[in-house]
């Protein structure tokens, strides 16, 4: 008994009717609904081989059934179509950007807002993470015949800063010197990768390699550093209006789970990849998310990923709709990072 073309529209229509109403769905409402030219009876007999499979369930005796977990991963993965947004609402995304101030921390804000409400859930966006930014410039800047400090400052505006403590004295024009290398390496390049490149590449004639791999050593710390990992939340009542969380205690044990900011950080953090991805219910390792689902892209400066974006919901969540959304507004945001920031 495996997934054929009848039981994957009678899927389907499970879950569009259980997103669309949050009520168990029976056997003759997707007769009368959704046009499947089957009968009742034949209906109840797929649901039945469907509930066998494991994608849905009946949450009690004589209710029709709901997806379950795997039914909405079978329905993401092999069933979900996008939802086309409306001509008003891409232009309420092209407008949100198209006056955007160059301060970071209040376009994130505005990007989780338009997030929340254009989904209807809880956002989440992560600040930029030292290591993916772009490195602006590089400046050591002697303090002393065996100290300096080294700063970096990031396309952000973000400043980084970090007291070297060099292996031997040195004059300060020697430092001046492998600062100007070093930036002429790192400049353009986001951190981690210029890091990378500094110790592959060939020390230029008369730079001493071991200071020079030692500053190399000083630009690695940092950019593993835990600059800027906050997380921006918006909408996060949204949660109230859903049906599955008006049990008061359920939403506080998930409202307590969420104030841990290390939880929120760890479901951004660990998207690094490109495009959209999707957990449902027990996908996220947390037990008081068990009910939810969350979306999580990421957004680009300069062609690398930069940071993260996510949206919480209940798993019985309009998939179609927030992973348009949130595909949308990631690639909004990148070009208007990239845009105010060409010429750093």
Known sequence: MGMNERKQRILLAIVQDYVATAEPVGSRTIARKYGLGISPATIRNEVADLEELGYVEQPHTSAGRIPSERGYRYYVDHLMRREVLSPEEEEVIKSSYALAGSEITSLLQQTGRLLARLTRYTAFVMAPVAGRSVVHYVQVVPMGPARAVVVVVLVTGKVLHRFWELPEEVEPVVVEQLARVVNARARGLVLNEAVRRLRETEIPPGVSKGLFMDLVGVLADMSTGQYEERVITEGLFNILEQPEFR???????????????????????????EGVTVRIGGEIRY???RECSVVVGSYHMKGRVAGSLAVLGPTRMVYARVVTVMDRVARQLSATLD??????
Not at 247 to 273: N, P, Y
Not at 339 to 344: C, E, K, V
Request: no cysteine; glycine share 8%; hydrophobic share 40%.
């Open 339 to 344: 845009r105010l920031y060409a010429g750093r």
């Open 247 to 273: 049990d008061v205690e359920r939403v506080k044990v998930l409202f307590g789970t969420l104030e841990k900011g290390e939880v929120i950080r760890d479901l951004l953090a660990s998207h690094q990849e």
């Open 287 to 289: 037990p008081a998310m």
